[in-house]
């Protein structure tokens, strides 16, 4: 494609990922345009009355990347960084993501274009149904399903199914994962994306022979998936010396009370005024050593510039793209002092989980969470092994076998339906 809608620093680093990996597996270049660009991509306005009178209208947007193997399927994020070319990036992501586990599903993500901690109760429901609102013409249990993501929630979600419910005129759960127990939710479902990663982490430590008793770790990013990752990682024995968010960072070599962390973050909202004795730089903190680091917060923050400075023994990537292609240069370099989790394979528990909830809608029969669980952790142990023993055979980084794996079953599901008409 010559031209395109998709643009941005986010859109542009899945792109050189899927041209390195369509490289390796030597995909013809007629062939990588229907791969990499998303078959939809919606853009709405939608507007709500503010709480002091005022009409404001904030921009949403939804990208499907394929529906080959089934409906797409992805969160949706509130946040002011929010435009197309992140969302584009998110789905693609999310679709080789699914292909690695093996589910049914094209990627997707959507979002809106605005700071929810600026949005009343009130404000932020109006602005949630109007979004689902404007998107029923294009979603559905079969087309497209949605799930929380940054600055959205299991609250978000019950919004999203009652409204796109409404307009069906029966109850549909199966719309939106990640939703309330009580709404059709499943258990499991918002600790998954955190305990999987803590799960992976288990493996990598296992196979480097490191005990998790002996092991520290640092976790960049304390929302839901830093925070369980953390809480998870300390049942396991590992120590946890290093946490932050986006209000502060804190460091001891001794180790920090997740427990204590909670129950801060719970009643303040943000980890800042937790302490003045471990305070630290954010910037600081990717750089201190420890055994396992990981990024659990934004896109982008190991670069060429800090990338040789890590001082971990294993990066694992509860982020979605936390890692730019220049530092994937470097990594690649440092591959036998630093064992990577890529975030493909890394956070997928949480679409893992998400599609057992979607399989439990729709046939209206709903697990125990050691069921759940369970069946999470067979699932990450098989993607786990097909990276690790794709990445030995052919001499490349865990990054490089993932999405070679998930693009592999991407473009042969594509080949083997044909092009239509």
Not at 114 to 138: K, N
Not at 183 to 197: D, H, K, M, W
Request: aromatic share 8%.
């Amino acid at each position: 494609m010559s031209e395109s809608i998709y643009s941005g620093p986010v859109f542009e680093m899945a792109r050189q990922q899927f041209n390195g990996v369509a490289d390796h597996l030597q995909i013809l270049e007629e062939d990588r345009a229907r791969l990499l660009y998303p078959k939809r991509a919606i853009a709405v306005s939608c507007p709500i009355h503010r709480d002091d009178g005022r009409t404001e209208v904030f921009q949403g947007y939804r990208v499907q990347h394929h529906l080959t193997l089934g409906p797409t399927k992805g969160g949706t994020r509130f946040a002011p960084s929010v435009d197309v070319g992140e969302v584009a990036a998110l789905a693609v992501w999310m679709s080789w993501k699914c292909a690695l586990a093996g589910l049914p599903y094209g990627g997707a993500k959507g979002g809106i274009t605005v700071d929810p901690y600026t949005l009343s109760p009130r404000e932020l429901e109006a602005l949630s149904r109007r979004y689902m609102q404007e998107m029923i013409p294009f979603v559905g249990p079969h087309t497209d399903v949605m799930a929380p993501d940054m600055g959205t929630n299991e609250q978000v979600m019950a919004w999203f199914m009652d409204t796109y419910s409404m307009y069906q005129g029966q109850t549909i759960n199966e719309i939106v994962t990640g939703k309330p127990v009580s709404a059709g939710g499943t258990l499991g479902r918002r600790e998954a994306t955190g305990r999987g990663v803590a799960h992976l982490v288990g493996r990598a430590l296992d196979h480097l022979g490191i005990s998790a008793g002996s092991a520290t770790a640092i976790v960049q990013g304390f929302g839901n998936v830093g925070s369980v990752t953390a809480y998870s990682l300390a049942g396991r024995g590992v120590k946890i010396i290093g946490v932050s968010d986006h209000t502060a960072a804190y460091h001891d070599p001794a180790g920090l009370d997740v427990a204590d962390l909670q129950r801060h973050v719970a009643k303040r909202g943000q980890l800042a005024g937790f302490s003045t004795q471990s305070a630290i730089e954010p910037s600081e903190l990717l750089l201190r050593k420890c055994d396992v680091l990981v990024p659990a917060a934004m896109e982008q923050v190991i670069t060429w510039q800090n990338a040789t400075e890590l001082k971990c023994r294993i990066l694992a990537e509860g982020a979605n793209g936390p890692t730019t292609p220049g530092a994937d240069a470097i990594l690649d370099q440092r591959r036998d002092e630093l064992f990577v989790l890529p975030d493909i394979l890394c956070n997928a528990g949480g679409v893992i989980v998400s599609y057992f909830e979607w399989v439990q809608d729709l046939q209206r029969l709903f697990w125990e969470e050691a069921e759940v669980f369970d069946r999470l952790y067979r699932i990450q142990e098989r993607s786990f092994q097909q990276v690790i023993a794709r990445a030995k055979r052919d001499g490349i980084s865990h990054r490089m076998a993932a999405m070679a794996i998930g693009v592999s079953v991407v473009q042969s599901a594509k080949h083997t339906r044909g092009l239509f008409p």
